[in-house]
C-alpha cells in the first residue's frame, strides 16, 4: 500500500483467509468442494480486495508529492497554488517600405506558413513606410511564438498593400504548466507558505507567473530596504526570459510585497555563455548531439549564480553521453565561476 508499512493482501490470500475462517465457524469439512460456503468466500474476498484497492488509492493521494492530477488540484486549492494555465502570443505583423495610409483593420486574419492563424486586436495604418499591425495567435500555447522576422500572410487583402509580412516581437505565449513542475510548486508551499515578505515568498510568487520557473532573492540589492528578484525559466538553451516577462512578475509581485519598505527590483539575468573544446570517440554527429544535450542539462543543474562549474563535473555530463567512450576536455580548462546575477548558458562547441 502507498506509503505505508501494511502489506495489501492479494485476492487469492483473501480467498483462502475467508474461506479458512468460514469453515472453521461453520465446523464444514474442507475437503468438501462446490459448498455455498465456498462461493461466499469468493465473494467477499473480491469484495474486501476493491475495498484494500480504494484505501490504496487514498492513501497514494493523501499528499501532493504522489497524487494524481485531479488530487493535485485539490491539494493546489488548499494552498493557493493554482496550475498556471496556458498564455497567447502576441506581437505584430510588420510590412517595410510601403506607401503611407494604408489601413488594415482590427479583426483582420493573418497566417503563418504552417496555417497557423492571428488575429489582428486594432487598426493600424501605415507611416513612414513602415506599417504595424497588432496582432493575437488564434490558440494559446508556446506555438503561437514566432521569431522575428518570420513569414506571415494576410488572409484578408488590402489594395496597395503586399499580402506577406514579417513577424515582429510574436512572444510570450506559453503552455499549460507542466504537472511536474506544478507539483514542484504544491510542494514547495508546504515548506514555504507566504509570510508577507520573506526572502522565500518573493521566490514562490515569482514562479507563479507563466514561463517563470526559477527565481532567486537578493536583499538590499538597490540600496538598504531594497529587493532583488532575478527570474529565469528552466529553458536548456535559453533560459533568460524577455522584456516583458519580467515585468509580469513584477506586476504580479507588486500588490502581493509588503506596503512598507523599499523599491523591488526584478531583472533577468545575464548569461554567462560557456564555450567547449572536447575531443571526443567516437567523434560522429550522433554522439555529438547527446554530448551537447547532457552539456544543457548540466549548465541547468549547475550553472545558477554565485555557483561553480567544476572540470569533474563537465566531465562527468560528457561521460553519460549516449554513445561516449571517451573524451577529452581541452576547455575550459578551469573551473567556471558564475556571479550573482548571472546564469550558465551553452556557448560554442569545438570538436577535435
Known amino acids: 500500500m502507498a506509503d505505508s508499512e501494511f502489506q495489501r493482501p492479494t485476492l487469492a490470500e483473501n480467498i483462502s ?42 492513501a497514494m493521494n493523501m499528499l501532493p508529492d504522489t497524487c494524481d492530477e485531479i488530487w493535485l488540484t485539490r491539494h493546489a486549492a ?13 506581437g505584430f505583423m510588420r510590412w517595410d517600405g510601403v506607401a503611407d495610409g ?3 483593420l482590427m479583426g483582420s486574419v493573418i497566417q503563418r506558413d504552417d496555417l497557423l492563424q492571428y488575429t489582428a486586436t486594432a487598426d493600424a495604418t501605415s507611416a513612414g513606410g513602415v506599417l504595424r499591425v497588432p496582432i493575437i495567435c488564434d490558440i494559446s500555447g508556446v506555438t503561437g511564438n ?17 499580402s506577406g509580412g514579417l513577424a515582429d516581437s ?9 504537472l511536474e513542475t506544478w507539483r514542484a510548486r504544491v510542494i514547495e508551499r508546504y515548506y514555504w507558505t507566504p509570510m508577507g515578505g520573506a526572502d522565500g515568498d518573493y521566490i514562490v510568487w515569482a514562479k507563479e507567473v507563466p514561463g517563470i520557473t526559477r527565481a532567486w532573492t537578493y536583499r538590499h540589492w538597490m540600496g538598504a530596504g531594497s529587493v532583488g528578484v532575478m527570474v529565469a525559466s528552466s529553458d536548456p538553451v535559453n533560459p533568460v526570459p524577455d522584456a516583458g516577462t519580467v515585468q509580469a512578475v513584477k506586476e504580479h509581485i507588486e500588490p502581493l510585497s509588503p506596503v512598507a519598505g523599499s523599491s523591488l527590483y526584478v531583472f533577468a539575468p545575464v548569461p554567462k555563455v560557456v564555450d567547449f573544446h572536447i575531443k571526443l570517440t567516437p567523434d560522429t554527429a550522433a554522439v555529438r548531439a547527446s554530448v551537447t544535450a547532457e ?14 562549474l567544476t572540470l569533474s563535473r563537465i566531465n562527468e555530463a560528457v561521460s553519460i553521453a549516449t554513445g561516449e567512450y571517451s573524451h577529452q576536455l ?20 569545438t570538436w577535435t
Request: net charge negative.
Open 17 to 58: 483467509m475467508l474461506r479458512s475462517d468460514l469453515f472453521a465457524r461453520l465446523d464444514i469439512n474442507d475437503n468438501l468442494r462446490r459448498m455455498d460456503e465456498d462461493v461466499r468466500a469468493k465473494v467477499y474476498a473480491a469484495a474486501l480486495h476493491t475495498l484494500y484497492g480504494y484505501i490504496d488509492y487514498l
Open 78 to 90: 488548499m494552498k493557493r497554488c493554482p496550475r498556471k494555465a496556458a498564455t497567447t502570443a502576441s
Open 102 to 104: 494604408l489601413k488594415v
Open 146 to 162: 514566432a521569431d522575428d522576422g518570420t513569414g506571415l500572410i494576410l488572409v484578408t487583402p488590402v489594395n496597395g498593400l503586399p
Open 170 to 178: 510574436i512572444k510570450e505565449g506559453f503552455d499549460v504548466e507542466d
Open 295 to 308: 552539456l544543457r542539462s548540466f549548465l541547468l543543474r549547475d550553472g545558477y549564480p554565485e555557483g561553480e
Open 330 to 349: 581541452i576547455a575550459p580548462a578551469a573551473p567556471v565561476t558564475i556571479a550573482k546575477n548571472e546564469l550558465a548558458v551553452l556557448g560554442v562547441l
